[in-house]
């Protein structure tokens, strides 16, 4: 496997594109501290140089575009399923990070024994909740808020899974010390902040509400082991996260709806904003799973709205993404009135563990 992520399109199909999604998932697991996820991901891999089961031809096989479709994550999560359920006690040792133990042999007899149940786990685009990302969020509101936007929030998430970051009011931020948030708090985060601090404001949240194509009940004990099933299992405070927000949606559910982005944000923006608030659109690790006609429709709902946007009545777009080529993600903001061009605040850890601030 290269150290280095190959140059593929997004859009890309054809075997040659699975192999490549492979390569640079590894590279990406490594390079964001998940070298169990990565050897899970290269011994599902290895499945594909000679596909032997249904599972693996499917993979090696596959019609759509395997990077924006999130493929090895979509395998990776079944085969953590059966580990986390104690289903297949032989991956014990590779999710232990046990050395001299052959991958691939281990992974592949775990694909023959429990192909029915993995086969499902390919339906679908993994669902990578994270509250870690929602500190982003809110160093990008304490940014509007010095720019001269209400600091008062109407909040609308795409890609909201199981709504754990519309619980963000509930939480409490250190950032770089910065302290924005209530006390006890249901969750506290503590970024390893790098630059300069996040401006200094009172921020308050008029409204929270998020919608998700296949939306997740953390009440619903099976539908949660789906989502701890997408955790990386190196990161255990992740673990104790989405257990504090099972305890949050079972004291007051978060407002989550189902529908698709591109209809969810439409019927929002036609909705009345009251004066004196901002209302903010905002997603993570979310845009490259959506299809790209509902993307274009999604920018031009924002940009339409934005040219009707006024001072007491602003209009904003944060989203925390991607960057495959630096291995990071991007913090970047568009706000109106003040033209919606976009401004790169921050280059974060995928889940949260650092930010970079640029703002």
């Not at 104690?86 to 429990?114: C, M």
């Amino acid at each position: 496997m290269s150290e280095r992520y190959q140059p593929i399109d997004m859009a890309e199909t054809g075997p040659a594109a699975v192999r490549t999604a492979f390569a640079n998932q590894v590279t990406y697991c490594r390079a964001n501290g998940a070298p169990v996820t990565a050897r899970v991901v290269a011994a599902l891999d290895a499945l594909l140089d000679k596909p032997a089961s249904g599972f693996a031809r499917r993979i090696a096989d596959w019609n759509g575009a395997p990077l924006a479709d999130a493929l090895p994550l979509r395998a990776a999560g079944g085969i953590h399923a059966l580990h986390l359920a104690g289903s297949a006690h032989e991956l014990a040792p590779i999710y232990a990070d046990a050395e001299d133990i052959n991958d691939a042999a281990i992974v592949a007899g775990v694909v023959a024994r429990h192909e029915a149940e993995l086969l499902p786990w390919l339906n679908g685009p993994p669902q990578t909740n994270e509250a870690g990302r929602s500190s982003n969020f809110i160093a990008a509101m304490l940014w509007l808020a010095d720019k001269g936007l209400p600091p008062r929030f109407d909040c609308l998430e795409i890609g909201s899974s199981a709504g754990i970051n519309l619980m963000i009011d509930r939480y409490h931020y250190d950032l770089g010390g910065v302290h924005v948030g209530p006390q006890p708090s249901v969750m506290a985060f503590t970024p390893d902040w790098r630059g300069n601090h996040p401006p200094q404001h009172a921020i308050e949240f008029a409204r929270l509400k998020g919608c998700d194509v296949a939306p997740v009940d953390l009440t619903d004990p099976a539908q949660a082991l789906r989502l701890k099933a997408y955790i990386w299992p190196e990161h255990h405070i992740r673990f104790q996260r989405m257990s504090a927000a099972i305890s949050a949606a079972t004291e007051a559910p978060p407002q989550l709806i189902h529908a698709n982005a591109a209809d969810f944000v439409e019927a929002e923006l036609a909705r009345p904003q009251a004066d004196g608030t901002t209302r903010v659109l905002m997603h993570s690790v979310v845009w490259q799973y959506v299809p790209a006609e509902q993307q274009a429709r999604i920018t031009a709902a924002m940009e339409a709205a934005g040219a009707r946007a006024t001072a007491a009545r602003p209009l904003a777009w944060i989203a925390l993404e991607a960057n495959r080529t630096v291995h990071h993600h991007e913090l970047v903001v568009r706000h109106w009135p003040g033209g919606g061009e976009s401004v790169k605040l921050a280059h974060a850890h995928a889940h949260g563990a650092w930010v970079e601030w640029l703002g």
